[in-house]
């Protein structure tokens, strides 16, 4: 009767074997998978190459089409590399995967003021303020509506932000202080300057731009924010 010898592979180097068959064929193929790419991808937007990171960042999503966050940046590459009409396509579609990210929804109105799209993006901010009247929501209406040129929106929009917070937080007030101050009503400016200075004296916003002011040299005093007396 023969004798046989079995051996048998002891099961975690069997899977540990067969786990290394990817990442042997993805050193077979340069190491262009997925991880490798996104990293090359977000270290090109970092240092500024922007034709390349728009490459690879689109070589990316073809493999994981669904993450946001890639998405996103590949918007932002695609505005930084001076086509914002693509780039607006990218954030919004990041902007439906994740609405609830506020620096998604903050990227793509940038990119909408810049693709000459505001009347869009107006639609899209009063939305949110009509149905989520948040300080936020109407922070960023006015925001952007000053950047997009349209200071009559801009005031209504922040003074409505400053009344929903009850002039209990600094950044609308200076949000207001930096409108007014781009449309030459420099005693508004102050005034709502002197308001966030009253709320955090040592807000480095706040203390940034009465340093740069010669109205605001020597000792300053705050001011009660208007919203905090209102009924």
Same mark, same amino acid.
């Given at each position: ?5 079995? =051996? #048998? ?5 069997? #899977?540990?074997? *067969? ?59 695609? *505005? ?27 990227? *793509? ?12 993006? #107006?639609?899209? *901010? ?8 948040? !300080? ?7 925001? #952007?509506?000053? =950047? ?7 005031t209504t929009a922040l003074l409505t932000a400053a009344r929903i917070d009850r002039g209990q937080s600094v950044t609308p007030q200076v949000a207001l202080y930096d409108l007014y101050l781009s449309v030459g009503d420099k005693a508004e400016a102050n005034r709502r300057l002197r308001m966030a200075f009253f709320l955090e004296p040592k807000n480095?916003?706040?203390?940034? =731009? ?8 020597? !000792? ?12």
């Amino acid at each position: 009767m023969t004798n046989h010898t079995y =051996r #048998f592979t002891h099961p975690t180097r069997a #899977f540990l074997s *067969l786990a290394l068959i990817p990442l042997a064929l993805l050193a077979s193929c340069g190491g262009q998978g997925p991880i490798n790419e996104r990293a090359r991808a977000d270290e090109a937007l970092r240092g500024q190459r922007y034709d390349e990171a728009v490459t690879r960042y689109a070589t990316y999503l073809e493999m994981r089409p669904g993450e946001a966050e890639a998405r996103n940046a590949y918007g932002r590459a695609l *505005l930084a590399n001076n086509d914002p009409v693509n780039a607006v396509e990218q954030l919004k579609t990041a902007h439906y995967q994740e609405p609830t990210n506020a620096k998604y929804l903050d990227d *793509l109105c940038d990119a909408m003021v810049k693709a000459n799209q505001a009347e869009d993006m #107006f639609r899209m *901010l009063r939305s949110y303020t009509d149905s989520i009247g948040t !300080t936020d929501n109407w922070l960023r209406l006015g925001i #952007f509506a000053q =950047r997009a040129g349209d200071p009559d929106t801009a005031t209504t929009a922040l003074l409505t932000a400053a009344r929903i917070d009850r002039g209990q937080s600094v950044t609308p007030q200076v949000a207001l202080y930096d409108l007014y101050l781009s449309v030459g009503d420099k005693a508004e400016a102050n005034r709502r300057l002197r308001m966030a200075f009253f709320l955090e004296p040592k807000n480095s916003d706040v203390v940034s =731009r009465m340093s740069k002011s010669p109205d605001f040299a020597g !000792t300053t005093y705050g001011l009660r924010p208007d919203e905090q007396t209102l009924r």
